[in-house]
């Protein structure tokens, strides 16, 4: 396996607040960004189609729009949860890769200028390749090759977990 460059894009900074959106939909913000919309346990969605610029407000979960945010750890307070598919999928909004953004305060709601790439970001958890059975051992090298390079995308998605 050849040796890849470590890029510290890829570490979410701990006291920069970020806002992730995940494939499927899910959107995280780490404790910094949580910490800009007051550590809201309920949130609406909103998004500028001109600008396309989406926002999280706080709000009261009494609200029709609310959003409930979770914790994303049994550990303590850290990255928080909303659940977004819906969201996302209403207005176009790319999620075929999980990308990270620098959110900005804007009238006190959270937002993320989607006009600007986002870091993508790619988790370290794959899924291994069970062992290979004794009549497989006997394929072609090329095949073998072909077989231990093979992955499945990793699930982004944690909401089930709750």
Known sequence: MPFEVFDKRMTPLAKAPSVTIQKRGVI??????HNL??????VELLYDPDRKVMALR?????????YAVRSGSKRGPGQAIVSATAFTAHYGIDTTTTRRWKPFVEDGMLCVDLTTEGTVI????TKTQPPLQPTEATESAEDIDAVAVQEEPASDDITGAF
Not at 37 to 42: F, I, M, P, S
Not at 58 to 66: G, K, L, V, Y
Not at 122 to 125: A, D, E, P, Y
Request: zero cysteines.
């Open 28 to 33: 995280s913000l780490n404790k910094a960004a």
């Open 37 to 42: 919309v007051d550590n809201a346990e309920t």
């Open 58 to 66: 706080a709000t009261d979960d009494s609200s029709p729009h609310a």
């Open 122 to 125: 790619t988790g370290n958890r």
